[in-house]
């Protein structure tokens, strides 16, 4: 870094000595692109009532040179901070990233078919941001499971009470075997349709609604709300309690190696919980494929929705599902995650 100088020099008077007043003023930019923000450092140093300034921006920066004047009221404060010796640092807001456009953009590289629709969400808990991409109601397949377990144990903490043994088994096949038997005989037990929404109501959940009578993998929702939903079961600040985020927790990480397919693709290893949907539209023939969980990549966490309509096959949709997670995780995790992935043929 540099920053001017006044070169100073002392006439030769044998007779007489004149003291001179000297007056400098140094500003210097020190641009540093930290994870908090950029930081600008100005050292100043005055004295008389003349001011020179002059700024060197870092090579990484376009900053216009600072100018300094003593006449302000800030331009008196730093002077006399300047004169105690003092240094003042002025923090400069972060530059504002649009996640949603850097997720947009990492869409580009995924194929998604004529027929299909896709929408997704992803949350850097570390950090609080997020980003989605598309919108729209979707059904909700198997993914609804866990919300319905969501459901039954905040039903059971409101009642004072752990699951019944019955309650556990049904929990268990729902989640890691997602069998629909179970699942029908614990949306029976959480009151339905009513039931799921009131507790959605609670959870955060505003666009989603529950499907009538026992069809429950004709619940709507939306990527945005998964994306709550999972909040609620990963995060500290849920309705739910420690012991019943622990327990849905560990069933999500616990899957049947026939799922193992959907956001665990954007994780590094086998670091992830999830919950996958998948539905053959009976009318059209087309598929609905969803995929809703938490992935860790280079030791963080990510939570991940995916939601999917109109897909030709199961394949080509699970494809699709798992190209849309590395894009949504490659918004934070960066090179840690591909967005390269396509839908195969």
């Given at each position: 870094?540099?920053?001017?100088?006044?070169?100073?020099?002392?006439?030769?008077?044998?007779?007489?000595?004149?003291?001179?007043?000297?007056?400098?003023?140094?500003?210097?930019?020190?641009?540093?692109?930290?994870?908090?923000?950029?930081?600008?450092?100005?050292?100043?140093?005055?004295?008389?009532?003349?001011?020179?300034?002059?700024?060197?921006?870092?090579?990484?920066?376009?900053?216009?040179?600072?100018?300094?004047?003593?006449?302000s009221p800030s331009g008196l404060a730093a002077a006399s901070a300047a004169a105690n010796g003092e240094t003042s640092v002025e923090p400069v807001a972060k530059p504002t990233v649009d996640h949603d456009d850097v997720l947009a953009d990492a869409m580009k590289s995924v194929s998604v078919e004529d027929s299909a629709v896709v929408s997704a969400a992803v949350l850097d808990p570390d950090s609080g941001e997020s980003a989605s991409y598309g919108d729209g109601a979707f059904d909700t397949a198997s993914i609804v499971k866990v919300d319905i377990l969501a459901t039954l144990l905040l039903q059971a903490q409101d009642a004072d009470r752990h699951l019944t043994a019955r309650e556990k088994s049904y929990a268990t096949s729902m989640i890691e075997n997602s069998d629909n038997a179970s699942a029908s005989a614990l949306w029976r037990i959480i009151g339905k349709a009513d039931g799921l929404d009131a507790a959605n109501e609670r959870l955060?959940?505003?666009?989603?609604?529950?499907?009538?009578?026992?069809?429950?993998?004709?619940?709507?929702?939306?990527?945005?709300?998964?994306?709550?939903?999972?909040?609620?079961?990963?995060?500290?600040?849920?309705e739910l309690s420690e012991a019943s985020r622990t327990y849905l927790q560990g069933l999500m990480g616990q899957i049947a190696v026939d799922q193992h397919w959907g956001v665990s693709a954007a994780a590094d290893g086998s670091g992830w919980a999830l919950k996958n949907g998948w539905l053959p539209r009976s009318r059209t023939g087309l598929w609905d494929i969803n995929s809703i969980g938490r992935v860790t990549v280079a030791g963080h966490d990510y939570l991940v929705a995916v939601l999917s309509k109109g897909n030709s096959t199961q394949a080509k949709g699970i494809s699709l599902a798992e190209a849309v997670a590395r894009a949504a995780v490659s918004v934070f995790a960066g090179d840690g995650a591909s967005a390269s992935a396509t839908v195969s043929p």
């Open positions: 870094m540099e920053s001017s100088r006044a070169d100073l020099s002392r006439p030769s008077r044998p007779l007489r000595r004149r003291t001179l007043m000297y007056t400098a003023l140094a500003s210097i930019a020190v641009l540093g692109g930290t994870a908090a923000g950029t930081v600008y450092v100005k050292a100043q140093a005055h004295s008389g009532t003349s001011a020179v300034s002059s700024a060197t921006p870092s090579a990484s920066s376009s900053a216009s040179p600072s100018v300094s004047s003593s006449s955060g959940l505003t666009d989603t609604e529950g499907g009538d009578d026992m069809l429950w993998g004709l619940t709507q929702t939306t990527a945005a709300d998964q994306l709550t939903l999972l909040q609620q079961v990963f995060g500290d600040d849920s």
